[in-house]
């Protein structure tokens, strides 16, 4: 019996206190490898609580194999839900290669289906996100995979991979006190297309609790593991060590009126966000357990006043920059050392360029290039130009009817094209907008305006009959790299 349950599909039930044991690779990082078999024991007193839900990834050390004999060995192992994510390399993929690495995670969970196989993606501006979804889709429907669900993704590309039908049932996202990106537009779209937000990071790493309360400022020796070195930055960011005194000075006042904990609260907080199903609290099993906290989230309710004081000591904080998932994707890196040496090598250019001419060439293969006797782009000196271009991603059409999808997924096209000519989006001077309905053309200039605000490139928007139904807009642009 769960303490409290979400159902995320109708044969998934889920604990809304999901246990995350992410911690499992920082308690392996100076090369211990932990016992499954001796480890997995300590999940035994989770799921007697009802805390039935358990997360982990591809990267989290021994967190599968740990899980995946408890499962399957453990008296309460047919009540548990093991969820994993895969996170590859940036970097063309094929379905052998996504099939091998489902089967991989199915092996070490020593299961034949997979409760919720989730996905991150490190660039965006690289389709080949999508084609791996694709292929996941295929997999879920060949019954290898349970549930599909995406981690790290912002609200624009969740969008692109529901309106291409990929069935997206969750969303697993920083979101916490400290980071309210979450909420807004991103718990808006998870709202409206039955997706569930999966929190984590709610209480940043292990600050958010008594032991901080009216502490100085932790130096960097202080910062233990790679939870605080990560979360330390957001607090930063959101405008400070002061800044976040005063928001666990009111979540003291609130935890001494309902006899719960800092850390308590704060997940309280959160799981009564719109869209969230679940929040995930962090485990280092065999040393620190949250048990207590965690099934008291189900024995009270914050009252109004208590929920306005803690939003207006969050009105307080300076937001975290972007949307979902971009700490990972563009500065400022949001991560443990501060950028991504520690989680991918190279972005491989999504296009390769040929010279012929004194100029850069690059196409993306379709047959009309040739037909038409034109190129993708083309560079002559610092100057790039890009032809018109369409939310097509080899035979899917992406967003037929979403012109917000579609935008978005053209601009990540034309981001690919400068990427691999040797330029950034920011070097866009000229954008060339092409509507077919005049009704899309406020949604398609509020997309244009949310990728090209800080660039502002020179613009011209026309209402035109493109050739192709399924297409809402189209775009070139060009640039010049200084």
């Excluded at 399957?72 to 290669?97: C, I, M, N």
């Excluded at 295929?138 to 993704?153: R, Y």
């Excluded at 692109?160 to 969303?171: D, L």
């Excluded at 080899?394 to 000519?421: C, M, N, R, Y």
Aim: hydrophobic share 40%.
């Amino acid at each position: 019996m769960k303490s409290d349950c979400f159902q995320l599909t109708p044969d998934l039930e889920i604990s809304r206190a999901i246990t995350g044991l992410w911690q499992i690779a920082d308690m392996e990082k100076d090369g211990t490898t932990l016992d499954p078999v001796a480890t997995s024991k300590f999940m035994e007193e989770y799921a007697e609580q009802g805390l039935t839900t358990f997360d982990m990834a591809d990267h989290y050390g021994s967190a599968e194999l740990i899980a995946g004999y408890f499962k399957s060995h453990a008296a309460l192992g047919a009540e548990v839900q093991l969820f994993t994510k895969w996170v590859p390399k940036p970097g063309p993929v094929t379905r052998d290669q996504v099939r091998l690495a489902i089967n991989e995670r199915r092996g070490r969970l020593q299961t034949e289906r997979i409760d919720l196989l989730q996905y991150h993606s490190w660039s965006f501006a690289n389709p080949f996100w999508l084609d791996t979804l694709i292929y996941l889709q295929e997999l879920k429907e060949e019954g290898l995979i349970g549930a599909l669900g995406t981690t790290n993704f912002d609200t624009a590309h969740l969008r692109i991979a529901k309106s291409s039908g990929i069935e997206i049932i969750s969303n697993q996202i920083s979101y916490s006190l400290v980071d309210q990106r979450g909420g807004g537009q991103m718990a808006d779209f998870c709202a409206a297309n039955g997706i569930a937000i999966l929190a984590y990071g709610t209480l940043c790493g292990g600050f958010i609790s008594q032991k901080w309360l009216g502490k100085s400022e932790p130096t960097p020796p202080e910062l233990s593991n790679w939870s605080l070195m990560k979360y330390k930055r957001f607090i930063d960011a959101a405008g400070g060590w002061g800044k976040f005194q005063d928001v666990l000075g009111v979540l003291d006042e609130v935890a001494k009126e309902t006899n719960r904990s800092i850390s308590t609260i704060a997940s309280k907080f959160q799981l009564e966000q719109k869209a969230v199903g679940a929040v995930i609290i962090g485990a280092r099993l065999g040393e620190n357990a949250h048990i207590k906290d965690a099934t008291s989230l189900f024995t009270f309710e914050l009252n109004s006043n208590q929920k306005e004081i803690i939003a207006e000591v969050l009105s307080t904080l300076t937001p975290i920059p972007g949307d979902c998932g971009d700490e990972y994707r563009k500065p400022p890196f949001l991560t443990a050392s501060g950028d991504l040496t520690h989680h991918v090598e190279e972005f491989p250019a999504v296009y390769q360029p040929y010279e012929k001419r004194g100029k850069l060439f690059i196409d993306s293969g379709t047959k009309w290039e040739a037909i038409a006797g034109y190129s993708r782009a083309v560079r002559v000196g610092n100057r790039i130009l890009i032809s018109g271009t369409t939310a097509t991603h080899g035979q899917v059409s992406i967003g037929t009817d979403d012109p917000i999808a579609q935008t978005h997924f053209v601009i990540d096209k034309i981001e690919a094209s400068l990427e691999s000519l040797g330029a950034k989006l920011t070097d866009v001077v000229r954008t060339r907008v092409y509507v077919t309905d005049e009704a899309n053309c406020e949604a398609v200039v509020r997309v244009h305006g949310e990728r090209f605000g800080e660039i502002r490139p020179a613009n011209t928007l026309v209402v035109a009959q493109l050739i192709g139904k399924q297409y809402l807009v189209e775009i070139e642009a060009e640039a010049v790299v200084l």
